[in-house]
Every structure is written in C-alpha cells, then in structure tokens.
Antibody
Framework: QVQLVDSGGGVVQPGRSLRLSCAAS????????IHWVRQAPGKGLEWVAL????????FYADSVKGRFAVSRDNSKYMLYLQMDSLTPDDTAVYYC??????????????WGQGTLVTVSS | DIVMTQSPDSLAVSLGERATLNCKSS????????????LGWYQQKPGQPPKLLIS???TRESGVPDRFSGSGSGTEFTLTISSLQAEDVAVYYC?????????FGQGTRLEIQ
C-alpha cells in the first residue's frame, strides 16, 4: 500500500537550517511528482514546493523561494526539503503529498503524517 | 495566484441535516481542453493529515460515503453533506490544482449544532 513517512522536524533557532525527509513506498516513486505542504499551528494549508518525477523541475511558494530547496533520490525512494534561514513564520507541520496520477496538476490522494518544525529562540 | 475563498468560516448543523460548504476561486479552474474543473475537497480531523474526499469538483473518492457530494464549475463550487453524521465534524478545505502555485481555501469548520 502507498505510504509516505515524514521525518526530520524539531526545534530550531531562527536563522538556522533543517532538512526534512519523506520516505515513500508502495508505488512507483520515480514516476510521480511530489509536493510539500505546510500547516502553521491552528491555521490552514499552504503549498510549499513541488518537484518533478525526475527532479529536474522544481517550484516554490514565494514565501520560501531562495531559502528552501526540494530534492529527491529515486533510488532510495526519498524526498527531501532543505530549509535554510528559518524564521518563526516557518513554524508548521510539514507534509509531503502525492498527486493522484503523479502529475503536477492532480489532487493529493496520499499524505505523510506530517513532521512539526518549530522555529524559536 | 488563484485565491480560494470558502464560506462560511464555520458552520453548525444538526445531526441528520444537510451541510452546504462553498468555495469560490478568483479565476476559473475549468480547463477547456478536457472540460475538467481542477478543484478538490479535503476533510481534516485534529492531528491527522487532510483526506481527499472529492476530486475534479464532483468525483467522490473510493471509500468516501455517498452522503458527500461536490458540484459547481468555473469559479463556484459546493461540497454538500446530505445527512450530517457525528464523524463528519472536521475542517474542510477546497484546493485548486489548475496552476502553480497550488492554493487552498482558508477552511470551513463544521460542527454539530
């Protein structure tokens, strides 16, 4: 069965970096784009980033552009989100999410369980 | 960016009654070449990731009870729960996946009256 497992969250000081991971299984990972979505405590959902199936194309929300970098290792079925220059506004639960047929323009049929990032001094 | 606006922000409905949740997009999410609306509805319960209920504005996902239905086209969409059950208490989000950046509505919190 399809599974996405997010990890790597924690408490980090403003200005520091953190790398999140998403371990995928149960589907052809190398055939699917993957998105990152975040949710600040008590708030709504915010799309963060998208990476194409082969890692050649990447897209970012304006709020993280230039600070966050998405990457993937298809041989390991792993997705990563490198987050630099973190600010308290980046505090959120971060989810990886799979588009239904692997395309950029699909709803998300599977989500990770989320990993909490807290940016605080 | 396409702005998604949901109404109301919160809604209280009696058990067994109908719940109607609305979503408007700032521009059309109907792709003319395939006549599909790039609009999804998600249900999120506390401590859980969102769950896809409805895709392409009106396609109920496998395993979703048939009391959930989606309608609308272009810029105006509705999620209807025909007979509210206790387990439907949640926050509901609409999402457009027509263009990047993908955007979500702010959510409608559904409660039991």
């Amino acid at each position: 069965q399809v599974q996405l497992v997010d990890s790597g969250g924690g408490v980090v000081q403003p200005g520091r970096s953190l790398r999140l991971s998403c371990a995928a299984s149960g589907f052809t990972f190398s055939g699917s784009a993957i998105h990152w979505v975040r949710q600040a405590p008590g708030k709504g959902l915010e799309w963060v980033a998208l990476i194409s199936y082969d890692g050649t194309n990447k897209f970012y929300a304006d709020s993280v552009k230039g600070r966050f970098a998405v990457s993937r290792d298809n041989s390991k079925y792993m997705l990563y989100l490198q987050m630099d220059s973190l600010t308290p506004d980046d505090t959120a639960v971060y989810y990886c999410a799979r588009p239904q047929s692997g395309s950029y323009y699909d709803p998300y049929d599977y989500w990770g369980q989320g990993t909490l990032v807290t940016v605080s001094s | 960016d396409i702005v998604m606006t949901q109404s109301p922000d919160s809604l209280a409905v009696s058990l067994g009654e109908r719940a109607t949740l609305n979503c408007k997009s700032s521009q059309s999410v109907l792709y003319s070449s395939n006549n599909k609306n790039y609009l999804g509805w998600y249900q999120q319960k506390p401590g859980q990731p969102p769950k896809l209920l409805i895709s392409w504005a009106s396609t109920r996902e496998s395993g979703v009870p048939d009391r959930f239905s989606g309608s609308g086209s272009g810029t105006e969409f509705t999620l209807t729960i025909s007979s509210l059950q206790a387990e439907d208490v949640a926050v509901y989000y609409c999402q457009q996946y027509y263009t990047i950046p993908i955007t979500f509505g702010q959510g409608t919190r559904l409660e039991i009256q």
